[in-house]
């Protein structure tokens, strides 16, 4: 190389004011004189080797260098982005995360009693099975070899035939033979006749082995020599099966499940049709999909974990499942990519199951269970590696919904049945339907009430508003229990167990409870008292299940969505009911019931907030039959604990919401004639009307017993507003609190054209 003094390219940085430049440079250039003969210098290595600052003269030892964010920048001098050398790490920090992701030293089937039990039950099953096939079938494998021992003992004289004069040697001599190669044939020959007369000699001894084993087993026991005969005829037999009829039949049969391996996986994704895949494979095939983890059995069926190209998260993957499904030839209930988030959004895990899970019936263990604990959750489903899933209810809220038909009711039978078997805790059941769906679970029952008549709701109403006071009631007793006895302020099973304390679990379900919160007259009121339970109650043992197949603003009030703990979405039609049982954004992120197939995937949803990480889940099913029998258990234990109360114990409901019309009988009190009248004037009216009814407003004295008609009327939309008027039995005009006839009648009108409509569609 050589250096051009009039090329910029090739003149030095220029070097900051007040230093000079590195003495084993300009000792170079005085010793070269005009460069000829002169070294070649690599200025990037020199100018690297530069110190920044040189140390001022009366400094004894060259001070730090100043960070390179804090140095001057010269005019035309590159700064370096990417700083030179390895990247500095964290060895604790880098533990850390190995530890996250190690793998477990007990297998996690082996770590559940009852996971593990029933793996060893199902293994022990299966060989018990394959035994007692094969050793069903001992007569005819004991036919087959004796048919096929003719051919097995030609098959073994034969080979021992020709194994001891070579004759497998013989197409290559004649081949020599017939391309005229005297030499080769010669040497082919002269090691026929080796072979030959060494195996004459071993075919020889083994001829009179057999012979002497023979004799010796002549003079043995008649049990001896049979037991030799059928093994040379077990021997022969062996020797003598065809190729394509095995001996032994197989006891189960295999299902042919293709091997998932990483080519498939990669040809699956890139036919997708996802463009950042694609244009990542198509620069980089060899890394565009790295997998981070072998891929391995995991239950029945694959599992491989993989991280996406960049910019592909794995909810454009499962926009795509029936097309994966396509492309890995297997049905769609095999399928089931899910993320993890907790890594990043483009990791992948994809599970491909043996089995489709849509075809899979859960046997769920509450049908032989003899009690339960609802301490420890309840037995809800399976996954689709089927792992058992466990819903806590204690502490928690759990709301339900999909699109009618699609299992909606039996999850809920499922939860109901759990805590039914234990004794202790007390049962609400609200089935808003009028099917008759939980009427196993009557006879357990504290409150129980099935239909869909404006009596049925306003029962179910009663029962938020009497739940609203005893989250009230509970909260003072919990507070008034001493540290020792609750420490953290919370229910516990030993509180639970003192019944005195009333602190007991106490589950209210409500299904179909739309009906209830997009009713007219008692919605608004529902509302309210369910988003004060929701929040305050499941500290207090008090848990609210709630199942809806209309969820939107108007049926699901938004309180209520956003302040559930645990949410079971079945099949649903589209993103806003999605996010209206699984939370803001579950869409967005990937947690879609949309991917579900109407009827086929039946009681399979996404379960939020009992696990971990969302979970796709298959409901245990119970049918009427064993929901009975449940419920029958679930009375004798009571029964026997004398812990039958309500209902259940056949002792009147209380009532809340009067079972009569308020608004007609308003109508009834306040004559045409009269189109504004004062609060206190209707109130006293009512009382004279149905004083079973009234007689505990009219008995309230002046601000009381205007505000009583002011509360009563608020859930119709009905204002009050200043009248003026003159008391009834005479006296001076004023400005009081009133309601205008008009009002009144408006809303029984608006009140009648929606029953109208609700019951035509």
């Known amino acids: 190389m050589t250096h051009d003094p009039f090329n910029p390219a090739d003149q030095p940085e220029p070097l900051p004011a007040g230093t000079e430049p590195p003495a084993d440079i300009t000792d170079q250039a005085t010793e070269t004189g005009d460069g000829k003969g002169a070294d070649v210098?690599?200025?990037?290595?020199?100018?690297?080797?530069?110190?920044?600052?040189?140390?001022?003269?009366?400094?004894?030892?060259?001070?730090?260098?100043?960070?390179?964010?804090?140095?001057?920048?010269?005019?035309?001098?590159?700064?370096?982005?990417?700083q030179p050398g390895g990247e500095h790490h964290d060895w604790r920090a880098d533990l850390e995360a190995k530890a996250r992701t190690r793998q477990p030293i007990i297998p996690l089937w082996l770590r559940s009693p009852a996971e593990a039990t029933d793996t060893l039950r199902w293994v022990g099953l299966h060989y018990a099975h394959v035994a007692g096939y094969q050793?069903?079938?001992?007569?005819?494998?004991?036919?087959?070899?004796?048919?096929?021992t003719p051919r097995g003992l030609v098959r073994m004289v034969g080979g021992m035939v020709r194994w001891t004069f070579d004759l497998e040697g013989e197409p290559v001599r004649l081949a020599a033979v017939q391309k005229a190669e005297p030499e080769a044939y010669l040497k082919l020959s002269r090691q026929r006749d080796s072979r030959v007369r060494l195996r004459v000699w071993i075919s020889g001894l083994a001829l009179v082995t057999l012979l002497i084993a023979a004799i010796i087993v002549a003079n043995q026991p008649s049990i001896v020599q049979w037991a030799a005969l059928a093994a040379a005829l077990a021997l022969l037999g062996i020797l003598g099966k065809p190729a394509d009829r095995p001996l032994i039949d197989r006891a189960v049969v295999p299902s042919a499940v293709e091997k998932l391996t990483s080519d498939i996986v990669i040809r699956a994704l890139t036919v997708l049709g996802i463009a950042g895949i694609n244009q990542a494979m198509a620069k980089n095939p060899k890394d565009a999909i790295r997998f981070v983890a072998p891929i391995t059995r995991d239950g029945?069926?694959?599992?491989a974990d993989l991280d996406l190209p960049y910019g592909v998260t794995v909810g454009n993957i499962l926009d795509k499942r029936k097309e994966m499904s396509g492309a890995l030839r297997r049905p769609l209930g095999c399928i089931w990519p899910e993320g993890d988030s907790t890594i990043h959004e483009g990791r992948l895990i994809l599970w491909v199951g043996d089995k489709d899970l849509s075809k899979t019936v859960v046997k769920s263990p509450l049908v032989k269970a003899s009690s339960h604990d609802v301490f420890k959750g309840v037995p809800f489903g399976c996954d689709p590696r089927g792992r058992a899933i466990t819903v806590p209810l204690i502490e928690q809220n759990i709301l339900i919904g999909s699109q009618p038909g699609q299992g909606k009711t039996a999850s809920v039978r499922v939860l109901a049945s759990g805590a039914a078997l234990d004794p202790s805790t007390e049962m609400w059941i609200h089935e808003l339907k009028g099917t008759g769906d939980l009427d196993p679970h009557e006879q357990n029952c504290h409150r129980y009430v099935s239909g869909i008549e404006d009596e049925a709701i306003?029962?179910?109403?009663?029962s938020l508003t009497l739940l609203?006071?005893?989250?009230?009631?509970r909260a003072a007793a919990l507070k008034a229990l001493p540290p020792d006895l609750c420490p953290d302020k919370k229910v516990t099973r030993q509180i639970a167990d003192k019944r005195s304390l009333g602190l007991h679990p106490l589950v209210a379900i409500f299904d179909e409870c739309q009906n209830l919160f997009a009713h007219d007259e008692y919605g608004a009121k529902a509302g309210e008292d369910a988003e004060f339970i929701i929040k305050l109650g499941r500290a207090l043992g008090v848990i609210l299940v709630l199942a809806t197949q209309r969820p939107d603003k108007d049926s699901l009030p938004t309180g209520i969505s956003a302040n559930v703990t645990i949410r079971f979405c079945l099949r649903v039609a589209g993103q806003l009911e999605n996010d209206m049982i699984l939370g803001t954004s579950a869409y967005k992120n990937g947690i879609r019931a949309t991917v579900f197939q109407p009827k086929v995937d039946a009681g399979i949803g996404y379960l939020l907030g009992a696990t971990p990480m969302p979970k796709v889940v298959r409901t245990a099913y119970?049918?009427?039959?064993?929901?009975?029998?449940?419920?029958?258990?679930?009375?004798?234990?009571?029964?026997?604990?004398?812990?039958l109360t309500g209902h259940a114990a056949g002792e009147r409901a209380e009532l809340v919401t009067p079972a009569f019309d308020l608004l007609a009988d308003i109508l009834a009190v306040v004559p045409p004639a009269e189109a504004k009248v004062w609060n206190e004037v209707v109130v006293d009216r009512l009382g004279d009307l149905r004083p079973d009814a009234y007689s505990a407003?009219?008995?309230?004295?002046?601000?009381?017993?205007?505000?009583?008609?002011?509360?009563?009327?608020?859930?119709?939309?009905?204002?009050?507003?200043?009248?003026?008027?003159?008391?009834?039995?005479?006296?001076?005009?004023?400005?009081?609190?009133?309601?205008?006839?008009?009002?009144i009648l408006n809303s029984i009108t608006q009140r009648d054209k929606s029953r109208a409509s609700g019951a035509a569609s």
């Open 300 to 303: 029945p069926g694959w599992r």
């Open 458 to 462: 306003a029962y179910a109403a009663d």
């Open 697 to 743: 407003w009219a008995a309230l004295e002046g601000g009381a017993k205007t505000g009583q008609l002011t509360t009563a009327l608020k859930p119709y939309g009905i204002k009050t507003m200043q009248v003026w008027g003159t008391p009834e039995g005479g006296g001076k005009g004023a400005n009081r609190i009133g309601i205008a006839r008009d009002d």
């Open 41 to 82: 210098v690599n200025l990037d290595a020199a100018r690297a080797g530069r110190h920044p600052y040189r140390p001022a003269p009366d400094d004894p030892e060259p001070t730090t260098p100043a960070p390179a964010s804090d140095r001057p920048t010269l005019e035309g001098q590159v700064i370096r982005v990417d």
């Open 135 to 148: 050793l069903t079938r001992t007569p005819l494998y004991a036919g087959r070899l004796a048919l096929r």
């Open 622 to 643: 119970l049918d009427t039959p064993a929901t009975q029998r449940i419920a029958d258990r679930a009375h004798a234990l009571r029964h026997g604990a004398g812990l």
């Open 468 to 473: 609203r006071k005893e989250v009230m009631r």
